[in-house]
C-alpha cells in the first residue's frame, strides 16, 4: 500500500502542534519535519517518537531536507519569524507583521521543492495565509486545486464554539461560516448559519451578531496574549484536511483559495466554502449572501489585495 507521506516546512509551535496532532489521529504514515534551525527539526522529531509506542498508529518521522518532501502527497507550510530573546511580540496583534520577510523565506526554498519534483500539495498555514498562499502558487506554478491555505476554517470552528455557547447546541451540529481574509476584515455569514438543519433565524436565540464576529476576530489575540501563539485549534483544522484529501472525502470547508470571478473577485485568494478530496480543492463553492454580506466580504477581498500589492505590486 502508498504510504501517506506529508512534509512540515517550519516546526515552531504551530508547526509542531500540527505534526504531534497528525500523529496522534493517525492521519499520515510517515512524516518529514524541516526547520531553517536544523537541530529544531531534528529534536522536534525524537520528540514525536517518543510518544508512538502508545500511539494507536505507527508514523515514521525524520527530520529532512527541502529536498526529501519531493515524493511527499502534502507539504505544509508552517514558517514564521523567529523572535529574538528581549525583542516585542512579533504579532503585534497583526498577522500581517513580517510579510516581507515570510515571503522572502518562501521565495527561497519553494522552487527547491518544485525543482525536486515535489508535485503533490501545498497547504499554506503561514500568516497572513491568503497572501503567502496566493505567492506561494505564482512562484510554484501549481494550479489553484493545489494550492490553499486554512483561511478561516479557524475562525470559522471559533465561529461555531461560539454559537454553541450562545444556543446551548452542541458545536458539531452547528453550521456556519466565516469569509474573507484571515484577519480582522473577515464577515460572518449569518444568512447561511444552520443548527442541526434548522436556519438559525429560525431557532429563537437572541444574539448580538456584532458581539459574535468582535469575538472570532480577536480570538488568535486572547490566546496569544497568555500564550505567543495559537497552537491547538490551528492542528486539529490541518489533521481534518489531510484526512478529508487522502479519504477523498468531498466535505466543505471555508478554505483560502484563488478566486476567479466568484462574488465578483478575480485572482485573489480569500476564503469561501470549498469541496475538499483527493485532487484538493476539487469545487470553489459560491454560496448566496445577503447584500451587506456581499459587501462586507467584497470590501475585505480589497483588504487582502492592497496587502499582496506590498510584496507583489505586478
Known amino acids: 500500500m502508498m504510504k501517506r507521506k506529508i512534509g512540515i516546512i517550519g516546526v515552531g509551535h504551530v508547526g509542531a502542534h500540527c505534526a504531534l496532532t497528525l500523529c496522534l489521529q493517525g492521519a499520515c504514515d510517515e512524516l518529514i519535519l524541516v526547520d531553517i534551525l536544523e537541530q529544531k527539526a531534528v529534536s522536534e522529531a525524537l520528540d514525536l517518537r517518543d510518544c508512538m509506542k502508545y500511539l494507536p498508529h505507527r508514523v515514521d518521522i525524520r527530520a529532512g531536507t527541502y529536498a526529501d518532501v519531493r515524493d511527499c502527497d502534502i507539504v505544509v507550510i508552517s514558517v514564521g519569524v523567529h523572535k529574538k530573546s528581549g525583542s516585542e511580540d512579533i504579532h503585534h496583534k497583526n498577522r500581517l507583521q513580517g510579510l516581507a520577510e515570510k515571503a522572502g523565506m518562501v521565495d527561497r ?19 497572513p495565509c491568503d497572501i503567502i498562499a496566493y505567492h506561494i502558487m505564482k512562484i510554484s506554478g501549481f494550479d489553484r486545486s493545489r494550492v490553499f491555505a486554512t483561511g478561516t476554517m479557524l475562525d470559522s470552528m471559533r465561529f461555531c464554539q461560539a454559537l454553541s455557547r450562545e444556543t446551548g447546541h452542541d458545536p458539531q451540529k452547528i453550521t456556519g461560516y466565516t469569509m474573507g481574509e484571515h484577519g480582522d476584515s473577515q464577515i460572518a455569514v449569518w444568512s447561511q448559519v444552520s443548527i442541526d438543519g434548522t436556519p438559525l433565524s429560525s ?4 444574539i448580538d451578531p456584532e458581539r459574535i464576529i468582535n469575538e472570532v ?19 486539529v483544522a490541518l489533521s481534518k484536511i489531510v484526512q478529508s484529501i487522502y479519504g477523498d472525502k468531498k466535505v466543505i470547508y471555508p478554505l483560502s ?6 462574488y465578483g473577485v478575480v485572482d485573489l485568494f480569500a476564503s469561501t466554502p470549498c469541496v475538499l478530496g483527493r485532487n484538493g480543492i476539487e469545487q470553489v463553492i459560491e454560496v448566496r449572501l445577503t447584500d451587506e454580506e456581499l459587501r462586507g466580504f467584497q470590501n475585505s477581498c480589497e483588504v487582502i489585495k492592497k496587502n499582496i500589492q506590498s510584496i507583489d505590486p505586478g
Open 203 to 206: 431557532a429563537g436565540s437572541a
Open 257 to 262: 483559495t484563488l478566486l476567479m470571478g466568484q
Open 217 to 235: 476576530r480577536g480570538q488568535a489575540w486572547n490566546i496569544a496574549d497568555g500564550k505567543g501563539a495559537t497552537e491547538f485549534g490551528i492542528s
Open 109 to 127: 526554498f519553494i522552487p527547491d521543492i518544485v525543482e525536486a519534483g515535489f508535485k503533490g500539495i501545498f497547504i499554506v498555514i503561514t500568516n
